[in-house]
């Protein structure tokens, strides 16, 4: 018999995803989680054999033994559950810690597990002691059965995320919690655990910031027409970083826009930080850009910053003509949340 084979929920198991909405829905029956910016993590346990798997499946214990090194040590010999794997740095959350984990060397690995430990936030039980599945079970019976294992456990690495029915709560964490959440997610107490559909809801954090186009880049393919816009931000020295990119133009847009941008076209472009700089965001034509003078001032919306840059492509919103360039500095960009932040927002406060 392999390892896991006598568990009833397997590794493999696909998560219960969440389908985006607008706004936290009303009514009686619903549960309303913070959605944590980390990597989600399917927990599986069977006596002195451990397994972290991602999202997509692949797993990462190597990349953070340090969570399955405290999972090994629980009381509880036998689990399966769900959460999200999340780094605190110096008194933040920490995306970019996540990533940096995700590297080939196991002795970088180690360095980065002893220096900046991970910790699980649990929300979901998907195993009974008995070793019986609790797939079938309403949400209500496997979060009962979750808090009691947290309670009866003593691990630091391992926190319980808080939930909430009121809806005005989770209005107010979507609202205060700051970058370190994704969202709120709304699940139905009394429904099942869905493998691999979106059963969930979710309403995402979103916020605008005014950006300088310090350059552009034309489509890959087609006609000689703009393909995004590169966005860039004054630091505290006064240099125009590149911050991220807004690609959300409309085609109607592109060819006046393209004849609008060849005119500004020339130095300085970026003065600080500009694009095709070594990081997780090159690719094989992050050096193929066109420089701008800094006039053009842009509003997007964002939902992410780690390590001062838009983690993904923003949504164009509309030109600013009124703002001045020098007026779009990176103090407008929300930083990742504090713990004792977090906690506030938890408890309303």
């Not at 993590?41 to 798997?53: H, K, P, Q």
């Not at 009121?166 to 709120?184: C, F, I, M, P, Y």
């Not at 780690?306 to 500095?329: I, M, N, S, V, Y």
Request: with cysteine; hydrophobic share 40%.
């Amino acid at each position: 018999m392999s390892a896991f084979d006598r568990l009833a929920v397997k590794p493999g198991l696909a998560p219960m995803e969440a389908k985006l909405v607008d706004a936290l829905p009303e009514g009686p029956g619903w549960q309303y989680e913070p959605k944590w910016d980390g990597f989600r993590c399917l927990v599986f346990r069977d006596g002195g054999d451990v397994d972290l798997r991602s999202k997509s499946g692949k797993p990462l214990g190597r990349y953070f033994p340090e969570v399955a090194a405290a999972i090994g040590a629980l009381k509880a010999k036998r689990l399966v559950l769900d959460g999200e794997l999340i780094i605190p740095v110096g008194g933040v959350l920490s995306f970019e810690a996540l990533q940096m984990r995700l590297h080939p060397a196991e002795s970088r690995v180690r360095k980065l597990a002893a220096e900046t430990p991970a910790q699980l936030m649990l929300f979901d039980w998907l195993l009974s002691t008995s070793g019986k599945s609790l797939l079938e079970k309403p949400l209500s019976e496997r979060r009962d059965a979750l808090e009691r294992f947290h309670a009866g456990e003593n691990a630091d690495s391992l926190r319980l995320s808080p939930c909430t029915r009121d809806r005005e709560t989770a209005r107010v964490w979507l609202d205060r919690a700051g970058a370190a959440l994704d969202g709120v997610v709304a699940k139905r107490r009394d429904e099942a655990y869905a493998p691999g559909e979106r059963a969930m809801l979710k309403v995402k954090q979103q916020r605008t910031a005014d950006c300088v186009v310090g350059g552009y880049r034309y489509a890959a393919k087609g006609r000689q027409v703009v393909g995004s816009l590169l966005l860039g931000l004054y630091n505290a020295q006064g240099k125009l970083d590149h911050v991220g990119f807004t690609s959300a133009i409309p085609d109607d847009d592109k060819a006046a826009l393209t004849q609008r941008l060849e005119a500004l076209a020339g130095p300085p472009g970026f003065t600080g930080k500009a694009p095709g700089g070594p990081s997780r965001w090159s690719n094989d034509r992050s050096g193929d850009w066109q420089p701008l003078r800094p006039e053009l001032v842009v509003e997007v919306r964002y939902d992410h910053v780690t390590g001062d840059r838009f983690r993904h492509g923003t949504g164009f919103l509309r030109w600013r003509p009124d703002k001045a360039p020098e007026q779009c500095r990176m103090d407008q960009l929300t930083p990742e949340a504090r713990p004792a932040e977090l906690e506030a927002a938890m408890d309303g406060r």
